[in-house]
């Protein structure tokens, strides 16, 4: 298992279009993929999960992988939180 | 409560305008219960029974919002529609699924209580949160959860359809109600709930219906059958107006609002593509694109038997907001998708000049709605925001220019404010077309460049601005919220913008004489240019070129040909001289009209809303 923490970047926050490609992109791996914040613990492979996180601008997450590609998962994952989901920051 | 009609006492109510303009017509009361499930003890052999259940509603869940998702897409195009794609993907979610199937067997309860339960905890999350945005997004869930309540508890399907032209007014209306309902006769909504960055604001914008949001407790005082006004350019809503309110707002109405899109109609008859003055000066006319839904109707009209060969050849997009692409979609479509569009763009409408203004998000354009800044307005957005994101930017004016190739693309730049960034940006364009050159790509090295004259700092410095560009293309609605200092979306101020302010019309009067001095075309591509009231002025400054939406073309067409252009100049002459307020420039303009017996062709010409209706029928 393997951590990794994030900060939220977008202004919009993690709203329904990040959390639907998240789920997505979480989908493409076999390894369990799980978000924590403020004690919550919700899988990642949920829309309906991702979105109650209500993780605004500035919010630190904690990416958990577990699984046979948990390496890769967490790389792309990460990185998609790193870009502010590629949307204006 | 049933109150007799006559003894109504006329209310009003302050809301948010989600949505421009002005609708008038009878209320249609919508009432969206909110479904709740009781909870009761299940039977060890009822759990099989209500897991199938559960598994059929998601089913039906999955097909309706396809249905409803499709619908969406013909009428606001793919971006708007996505909303429905994340409610697709939410019915979908395998984790919920199983959590609530889990608890149906475990706790040994139905479904629907199940579900309510679940979903209600998710939903209310997101009600907590401290963010606006994130709120608004708990409606999203709120609305699978009474989906499924729906066929669960075997609740008969709702009657979105609206048998009378009417303005619904409800305390919620969910996007799926909002597509519904515009294919019957909605002339506009009024809810109590909602924002204007919530999903269904968006979704009026796209369908171009007014609306209103925010209400708070106006639906509590509105019965089905009242008389209503909603006035989408103030925000507000009133409910069983007086007479002379009434005859006030028809009036407003007919003569001053002209921006909606009437296309019960064939837009394009004969020489649009160019009005000529009684006097014989020719005003060029060109469209504005803000949704791509509406490419597809410009271009099947644009081909029709009804219009010209000369409008065919010369009418073209004279604004098209390249920003629209991202912001219903919420993402910045990479390069290759940019090539497409563009070039899509300028195929469909070659040998006609296609202009694309690169992106202008921040301030009011943002999707997602929660600007960090104390003043997004004042802050970065449009061009400050390409030449800080090199990267970005290049990405957009490389596709710009592969999509120049036949001649017929048309650069602008957003929010400029200083030469200086001018150059830079010009320098990037040079950079884009270095890299084409390396590469052997084709592009159209004369591409006219020009800017949005909208900052007044441009307008005043216009002299030094036009040496650098090909063109200028004033933007109404920026130039007269930055003149004035009104944010237009402020229902508290909005009153105050007024775009005939004669501190705006000086400015673009100094922005066209500066293009005539230097003999480079002028045009206005805001809301100003389809307002009847501007059109004499439009006319009276000379301007080259007037870029409108679609519907707005010929009826512009019409007033232009009916005026005589000496005679407005003298009309702006006076009123450049002679104003001091907003009122006074309407007044000496009506004068004017009505002392040559333009009044009816001017109203005439006025569209009248309500189009969204007319438009669902087509």
Redesign the interface.
Known sequence: MIHQTVTIR????L??????AI?KLASKFQSEFYVIKDGFRI?G?????V??L?A??GSTLELEFDGPDEAVAMKELAEYFNKG????M | MSRQKETKETLRFRGIAASRGIAIGPAYRYFRTKLYAEDRPLQLQEVGIEIERFDAATSKARQEIEKVRRVAEQKVGTPASSIFEAQMMMVSDEFILSTIRQRIKQELRPAAFVVDSELSAHAKMLEDANDPTMRERADDIEDIKQRLLRYLLDRKKWAAKIEVPSILVADLLTPADAILFARSSMLGFAIDGGGVTSHVAILARSLGIPALVALHSAAEHIETGDMLILDGERGELIVCPDHETLQGYEQEQSLVLGTGVDLSEPIFKGETAVAKTTDGHAVRLQMNLEFGSEVAVIEAERLSETTSADSKKRLGLGLVRTEHFILLHDDFPNEEEQNMLYRDLADRFYPAPVTLRTFDVGGDKVLSGTYREDNPFLGWRGLRISLDEPELFLGQLRPILRASERGNVKLMFPMVTTVEELKRAIGYVREAESQLRANGEPYDAKMPIGIMVEVPAAAILAENFIPLVDYFSIGSNDLTQYTLAVDRGNDLISTLYQELHPAVLRLMKMTIDAGKRAKKPVSICGELGSYPLATPILAGMEIDEISVSPAAVRPLATRLNALNQAECRELTTRILESAVSPEDVKRQILQFLSERKLIDVFSESALRPGFGARLMKR
Do not use: D, Y
């Open positions: 977008n202004r919009a926050g709203h329904t279009r990040p959390a639907a789920v899988n492979k949920s829309i309906i999960g979105m109650t209500a605004a601008q989901f590629e949307e204006e």
